[in-house]
């Protein structure tokens, strides 16, 4: 069984496709249950139990360490009537913000 170069790139850049999904997998998670946390301190209800992703860049963080900047979707709700849009940020693995619209509250 012979390998050629063009077979070895082929499975680094499979290889490193599923390293990408996986770790991208970790971090929608992370921002899942801190948006969680952060709607129930707030009093407010995540609708649908998930989070879209919005887009994704490169971006320093404090230490000055490349990272990627993901931005995630949610809807909520305060009284179960009416959905609101809300945002979490995520540097890294590192929560940088969650934002709610303005909303009615109860």
């Not at 709607?39 to 000055?64: I, K, N, P, T």
């Not at 959905?83 to 009615?104: D, K, W």
Request: proline fraction near 1%; aromatic fraction near 12%.
């Amino acid at each position: 069984m012979n390998f050629d170069l063009s077979d070895l790139i082929i499975w680094a850049v499979f290889i490193a496709g599923v390293c990408f999904w996986w770790q991208a997998h970790a971090v929608k998670e992370l921002a899942l249950r801190a948006t969680k946390n952060y709607c129930d301190s707030v009093g407010v209800q995540l609708l649908d139990d998930g989070l879209a992703l919005r887009g994704f860049w490169l971006q320093r963080d404090g230490a000055g360490n490349l990272c990627l900047r993901r931005s995630f979707l949610f809807e909520f709700t305060t009284t179960g009537e009416q959905r609101y849009h809300g945002s979490t940020v995520m540097l890294g693995r590192r929560l940088e913000s969650v934002q709610l619209a303005p909303h009615r509250l109860n």
